[in-house]
């Protein structure tokens, strides 16, 4: 079987963000090819749409699905739901041609500074999922909270129980993969 691949996405743009950093541990436990795609896009414009089509951006975005084995989403949470850029990269992609995350196995971690690690953030975004048709996985849960105290100065989590959380999550999420490319190939 050729190596898998996995599309991350964060929904936080800023650099010291701990959801990437949880999203980058997530991704190490990927068995395959790793990439990160760019939730920097214009905002959703019908206008913008009927002038261009996709923007590039989006475009790029769209295509890097389109070649993923599997996706995983780092979902910050901001008052108590999934940031805007989230949704905005949402619906977008949700204007592509077919349903480009129709099957595609999905993994949800979330980092926050509440104590609950996101439990609300992460319910609204598996809803604003549904509509685009991924797989998206239930367990385990990964819900860092009060997360700026659960990383190291390298972006590594400290607490075993999180590593374990993330580490079966991700074997979950590559078997999804696994299993998706047989299917398609037979
Ligand atoms: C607009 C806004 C709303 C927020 N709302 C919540 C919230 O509802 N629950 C929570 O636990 N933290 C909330 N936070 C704090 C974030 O969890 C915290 O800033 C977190 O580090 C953001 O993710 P990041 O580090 O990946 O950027 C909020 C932060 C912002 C900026």
């Given at each position: 079987m050729n190596e898998l691949k996995l599309l991350c996405l964060c929904g936080s743009l800023r650099k010291a963000s701990l959801n990437r950093k949880l999203m980058k541990q997530a991704a190490a436990c990927f068995d395959g090819r790793v990439e990160v795609g760019d939730l920097r896009l214009p905002l959703y414009d019908g206008d913008l749409e009927d002038a261009v089509g996709l923007p590039e951006a989006v475009a790029h975005l769209?295509?890097?699905?389109?070649e993923a084995?599997?996706?995983?989403?780092a979902?910050?949470?901001?008052?108590?739901a999934p940031p805007g850029v989230l949704k905005n990269a949402l619906?977008?992609?949700?204007?592509a041609e077919g349903h480009v995350l129709q099957g595609k196995p999905v993994a949800i971690v979330s980092a926050t500074a509440g104590r609950a690690g996101g439990e609300r953030t992460q319910s609204v975004l598996r809803l604003m999922l549904q509509p685009l048709r991924g797989e998206v996985l239930t367990h385990p849960e990964v819900l860092v909270g009060s997360a700026s105290k659960e990383f190291d100065e390298t972006g590594a989590l400290l607490s075993e129980r999180y590593q374990k959380a993330v580490a079966a999550l991700m074997a979950r999420l590559t078997e999804a993969a696994r299993v998706?490319?047989?299917r398609d190939a037979a």
């Open positions: 769209v295509e890097q699905i389109r084995d599997a996706v995983l989403i979902c910050p949470e901001y008052n108590k619906d977008w992609i949700s204007r998706r490319v047989r």
